[in-house]
């Protein structure tokens, strides 16, 4: 209900709307976008540009859906596009940390650490579709009919990207398959 709230006052011209909209949703989009891009500085140009184009366009956001589910679309999309241009895969120029409470001992950072660069390392080597599927259903919280939509194939093919890309990771972080 909030969001349908916000797309009116942000659509009437409220900054203050879309502010807010930029706070609830930037951290997800990053989300998606790093694991996407697996570089958080690309990661970070795609979620800006999205919102100033968001920005740019309020008379034109015919949005019949989840806003959430609309704001990773388009950074999916332009992730593919920037991948697509480049024509190559992107290399991770650093290294994605979250945000981890300072009264955290050490030793569970460093473990924490670890296991977030194995999980972004093997993230890379899976296939940019199978990459994109199981990024855009876990951290855009996309349904596999909309992750459908944005890539242009069926519901059953986006399953199965999924699946493999699930089962492939399992196995690189289980240490069953050589990178």
């Known amino acids: ?35 996407l891009l697996n570089d958080v500085n690309a990661a970070q140009d795609a979620v800006h540009d999205v919102f100033v184009a968001f920005a740019q366009s309020p008379e034109r956001l015919g949005l ?34 979250p945000e981890i409470d300072e009264r955290t001992i050490p030793l569970s950072r460093a473990i924490h650490d670890e296991e977030l660069r194995q999980l972004a390392d093997a993230l890379a080597v899976l296939p940019y579709e199978q990459r994109e599927a ?3 259903h876990l951290k855009g919280d996309l349904t596999f009919r909309r992750i459908a939509n944005v890539q242009g194939v069926s519901i059953n093919t986006v399953q199965s990207r999924y699946r493999y890309g699930i ?13």
Do not use: W
């Open 134 to 136: 199981v990024v855009l």
């Open 167 to 179: 089962d492939k990771l399992r196995s690189l972080l289980n240490g069953e398959v050589e990178k």
């Open 64 to 97: 019949t859906g989840s806003l959430r589910s609309y704001l990773t679309t388009c950074v999916a999309n332009l992730a593919r596009d920037r991948l697509r241009a480049n024509r190559r895969p992107a290399e991770r120029s650093e290294q994605v940390t």
């Open 1 to 35: 209900m909030e969001d349908k709230r916000l797309i009116l006052r942000f659509k009437a011209g409220s900054t203050e709307a879309l502010c807010r909209i930029y706070e609830k949703y930037e951290g997800v989009m990053l989300t998606v976008a790093t694991g």
